[in-house]
């Protein structure tokens, strides 16, 4: 009795096998096209609301389209780093950003983040970073 159920099960197993299409051909036409490409922008330092203090800060925004996500950095010298003037500069910056690209709305998908860094010639950096999703 068992050898019968495995040779049934073994000879469909082998009927499946021949007679499956393959998916390739299922869909011959339809060809998906996922655009998931960063674009970076270094926003102007005019329009970065920073401080006149801020003499080597800069605020760069990485933006994916595809699924509405952008990530926005602000960085500067460790030694002229504070938490507080780089949190009004990324909040103004993604206020910015929002009205530019006809977003109303946007809303944190993690923690900010600090992080201290040195450089290749020993500089001290610091930077500070946002993870934002925006709603249309």
Request: hydrophobic fraction near 35%.
């Amino acid at each position: 009795m068992k050898k019968t159920i495995a040779i049934l099960c073994s000879l469909f197993c082998f009927a499946g096998a021949i007679f499956a299409q393959s998916t390739a051909s299922a869909l011959p036409d339809d060809e998906i096209k996922v655009d998931l490409s960063k674009k970076v922008i270094n926003v102007p330092r005019e329009n970065a609301h920073l401080d006149e203090k801020d003499k080597t800060a800069s605020v760069r925004i990485e933006y994916i389209p595809m699924v509405d996500e952008a990530r926005i950095y602000y960085t500067c010298m460790y030694v002229q780093y504070d938490s507080g003037r780089a949190m009004n500069s990324v909040l103004g910056c993604l206020e910015d950003f929002t009205k530019e690209n006809k977003y109303y709305h946007y809303k944190y998908m993690s923690k900010d983040r600090e992080r201290y860094y040195k450089d290749s010639r020993g500089i001290s950096w610091a930077e500070y970073s946002s993870h934002v999703k925006f709603t249309r």
